[in-house]
């Protein structure tokens, strides 16, 4: 498969460090190389999305891609605290999430944000919290779109088992309107079981963040999420 097809690669493993406090600065920092280094190792490629101050030192410092967790719709300009696109590249960023659950936007600001990053040669992971809302959001023509329902997100069930119908008709929906979207399952996943489930039912990789950001042994988390993946 081509890096225009699918510039972060698959199968993908996206791990979102939200703004846990033994996932900042430093700790942000060990958490990445152990991804990077194990992702590796397994085949697997592999993107850290940390907190924002955390973006420009990370990309610098680690080799593997670095996201954003959330872009704001606005141009550059008088735009206090916003988080834009054209900072995001110039951070050394390779792309970000859009329209997560925790930071959601409207159709038409996904739209913007989309075009935006796209013109600036980021890489957007579109998340989407329900089939309906996925089918949508296809129509933008995502490279990445997440599946996950905000109820899981955090929790002890992983969609890809608690609710496996919502991966296997958002896949179906996305195919359906943008055949190229490489589609993700995330939202409570949390061992190999569930990642192994989440790709049989078509998905092309997970977001992850509790599994890894609340374990008490971050390393060995990231390997127990990577033994699902198919070996390199």
């Known amino acids: 498969m081509s890096t225009d097809e699918a510039p972060l690669g698959t199968p993908l493993l996206v791990l979102n460090l939200k703004a846990y406090a033994n996932a900042l600065g430093p700790g942000a920092e060990r958490i990445g190389r152990i991804l990077e280094h194990?992702?590796?190792?397994a085949g697997v490629a592999v993107a850290l999305a940390p907190s924002a101050p955390d973006v420009g030192f990370l990309a610098d410092r680690l080799g593997l891609p670095i996201?954003?967790?959330?872009?704001?719709?606005?141009?550059?300009?008088?735009?206090?605290?916003?988080?834009?696109?054209?900072?995001?590249?110039?951070?050394?960023?390779?792309?970000?999430?859009?329209?997560?659950?925790?930071?959601?936007?409207?159709?038409?600001?996904?739209?913007?944000?989309?075009?935006?990053?796209?013109?600036?040669?980021?890489?957007p992971v579109v998340c989407a919290p329900t089939v309906a809302a996925a089918r949508r959001l296809a129509a933008l023509k995502p490279p990445y779109l997440a599946v996950e329902p905000p109820e899981l997100i955090g929790g002890?069930?992983?969609?890809?088992?608690?609710?496996?119908?919502?991966?296997?008709?958002?896949?179906?929906?996305?195919?359906?309107?943008?055949?190229?979207?490489?589609?993700?399952?995330g939202a409570g996943v949390h061992d190999r079981h569930d990642v192994r489930r989440a790709l049989?039912?078509?998905?092309?990789?997970?977001?992850?963040?509790?599994?890894?950001?609340?374990?008490?042994?971050?390393?060995k988390a990231i390997r127990e999420l990577l033994r699902g993946y198919p070996g390199p």
């Open 38 to 41: 194990q992702g590796a190792a």
């Open 67 to 123: 996201l954003a967790q959330h872009t704001d719709p606005e141009a550059s300009g008088a735009h206090t605290g916003a988080m834009i696109a054209e900072a995001i590249a110039a951070s050394g960023a390779r792309g970000s999430l859009v329209n997560h659950s925790e930071r959601p936007l409207e159709l038409a600001q996904v739209a913007i944000v989309l075009a935006r990053l796209l013109a600036v040669g980021m890489v």
């Open 156 to 185: 002890d069930r992983s969609v890809s088992t608690a609710r496996p119908e919502v991966i296997e008709r958002a896949v179906a929906a996305v195919r359906q309107v943008s055949p190229k979207t490489h589609v993700l399952c």
């Open 200 to 219: 049989e039912l078509g998905s092309e990789g997970i977001l992850v963040a509790s599994a890894v950001t609340r374990a008490k042994d971050p390393a």
